[in-house]
């Protein structure tokens, strides 16, 4: 994958380094999407064995705790962690990756598996159930405790000062959550419906 797939729809306008072509509600606005997008423009790619490269060649350092992943500096903050499946998932599907209710999935269930074969886009069923079950019934029992936590509407509120420039640590301080899970709630990997625009 040293040649990557072109983004479906216009580059992003970068100014001061970043990007600033998006509003608030769009979830390509969002800080860790923003330093993916900047880490596309400036030449960081994954190549066929998911490794990723800087745009000088340098193998990038990956922290494999959850998610393979590794560091960019985006101006005016600190640096910010970029997810290696969704690199990967930019340069084979493009901007679709932003599309509502789209989520990066691993076909075999295993986030450290990131070849490119097995990064794919889908929904949110299609990503739980690419899980075992023994997976599935882990997460079940943990999604039921952080329920306990946060209504829908708390949420929502979590996601839009999110999507607001707000970090994890922010939040996890502000909401009393610890930034994992911040951090699920904002990926849509716990509370998919806080990811829906309220009806009018």
Same mark, same amino acid.
């Given at each position: 994958?040293?040649? %990557?797939?072109?983004?479906?729809?216009?580059?992003?306008?970068?100014?001061?380094?970043?990007?600033?072509?998006?509003?608030?509600?769009?979830?390509?606005?969002?800080?860790?999407?923003?330093?993916?997008?900047? =880490?596309?423009?400036?030449?960081?790619?994954?190549?066929?064995?998911?490794?990723?490269?800087?745009? /000088?060649?340098?193998?990038? %350092?990956? &922290?494999?705790?959850?998610?393979?992943?590794?560091?960019?500096?985006v101006p005016g903050r600190c640096a910010v962690r970029v997810l290696v499946h969704r690199l990967i998932a930019l340069q084979k599907y493009g901007e679709v990756i932003f599309e509502p209710g789209v989520v990066v999935r691993h076909k075999d269930g295993n986030p450290h598996n990131r070849h490119p074969d097995n990064?794919?886009?889908?929904?949110?069923?299609?990503?739980?159930?690419?899980?075992?079950?023994?997976?599935?019934?882990?997460?079940?029992? =943990?999604?039921?405790?952080? &329920?306990?936590?946060?209504?829908?509407? !708390?949420? /929502?509120?979590?996601? /839009?000062?999110?999507? !607001?420039?707000?970090?994890?640590?922010?939040?996890? =301080?502000?909401?009393?959550?610890?930034?994992?899970?911040?951090?699920?709630?904002?990926?849509?990997?716990?509370?998919?419906? =806080?990811?829906?625009?309220?009806?009018?």
């Amino acid at each position: 994958m040293r040649t %990557s797939l072109p983004i479906t729809n216009p580059s992003p306008t970068v100014t001061n380094g970043c990007v600033s072509r998006w509003g608030q509600d769009d979830r390509r606005g969002t800080l860790n999407n923003q330093a993916l997008l900047l =880490a596309f423009t400036k030449g960081y790619r994954a190549d066929e064995h998911g490794v990723v490269r800087s745009p /000088r060649g340098h193998v990038m %350092s990956s &922290r494999d705790k959850d998610y393979p992943r590794f560091s960019i500096t985006v101006p005016g903050r600190c640096a910010v962690r970029v997810l290696v499946h969704r690199l990967i998932a930019l340069q084979k599907y493009g901007e679709v990756i932003f599309e509502p209710g789209v989520v990066v999935r691993h076909k075999d269930g295993n986030p450290h598996n990131r070849h490119p074969d097995n990064v794919l886009i889908g929904t949110q069923q299609q990503n739980i159930m690419d899980m075992s079950p023994e997976q599935r019934h882990a997460n079940g029992c =943990a999604g039921g405790r952080t &329920r306990r936590k946060l209504t829908t509407e !708390q949420a /929502r509120e979590v996601v /839009r000062l999110h999507r !607001q420039g707000f970090t994890y640590h922010y939040l996890a =301080a502000q909401f009393g959550l610890g930034k994992t899970t911040i951090e699920k709630i904002c990926e849509g990997h716990s509370y998919p419906e =806080a990811q829906e625009e309220r009806a009018p």
